[in-house]
């Protein structure tokens, strides 16, 4: 074969190489990366002045039609129950737990709901879930916070437990605006259009937090669990 006939050969290959490897990338895209994990902060951020935060909220709902993500932060803890009546006409997806112990520092604990099941069923088995988790806190802690993790597991082993502190929920802009106007709701912190759970880093606004959202004292009794 002559070198012409040689190099003509080697650029058929590089050609065909070429063309399988376009055919392989059309058929199998490259996936577009993931957004960054809790890239979406819902909440206060620290020490920021709780009036300026709960007035921003206004402005910032989805319009009507357009659904997305919120966080619905309480006036104060309740019960399973009286959470789901609050939330009617959106889709609850994750709960955030807290005990209240009266300047006491307890835990915030973030449970997502299980899809396809009665609300009242994935609040209730949500709670469990967060009073096992105290539970194994008290297991490894010494001292105040053991006490305070006993005391947290103690309170959410019981149905009657008023603990639900905020909800994340799905819905149109229509239907937070008329949650965000319910008695006992505090603030609705929609997020972006198209942002997913896995996105979301929560900091839900404490019952106790009227001026700013600064750390909460922590010289309370404990009570006995």
Do not use: K
């Not at 070198?3 to 058929?12: E, K, T």
């Not at 979406?40 to 206004?58: E, F, I, K, T």
């Not at 539970?135 to 959410?156: S, V």
């Not at 819905?171 to 198209?194: E, F, I, K, N, S």
Request: aromatic share 2%.
């Amino acid at each position: 074969m002559t070198v012409r006939g040689r190099v003509g050969v080697i650029v058929a290959c590089i050609v065909v190489a070429a063309l399988v490897a376009l055919y392989a990338a059309s058929r199998n895209p490259v996936a577009a990366p993931l957004p960054p994990a809790g890239s979406v902060h819902l909440g206060p951020d620290p020490g920021q002045d709780v009036a300026s935060y709960l007035a921003g909220l206004l402005t910032a709902r989805p319009p009507a039609g357009t659904a997305t993500l919120a966080l619905v932060e309480l006036t104060t803890e309740r019960t399973t129950a009286d959470a789901i009546a609050l939330t009617a006409g959106t889709t609850p997806v994750t709960a955030v737990f807290r005990v209240p112990i009266a300047r006491v520092q307890t835990a915030l604990h973030f449970e997502v709901l299980e899809p396809g099941v009665p609300l009242a069923t994935g609040l209730d088995t949500a709670r469990q879930r967060a009073g096992s988790a105290a539970g194994n806190d008290a297991a490894r802690l010494t001292g105040r916070p053991q006490a305070i993790a006993a005391a947290e597991a103690a309170a959410l082993g019981s149905p009657a437990c008023a603990c639900v502190l905020a909800l994340v929920v799905d819905g149109d802009g229509t239907a937070l605006a008329a949650l965000a106007a319910r008695p006992g709701v505090r603030g609705v912190d929609a997020a972006p259009p198209g942002t997913t759970s896995r996105e979301l880093a929560l900091s839900p606004l404490l019952p106790e937090q009227t001026d700013r959202a600064d750390p909460l004292p922590d010289d309370g009794s404990v009570p006995a669990s």
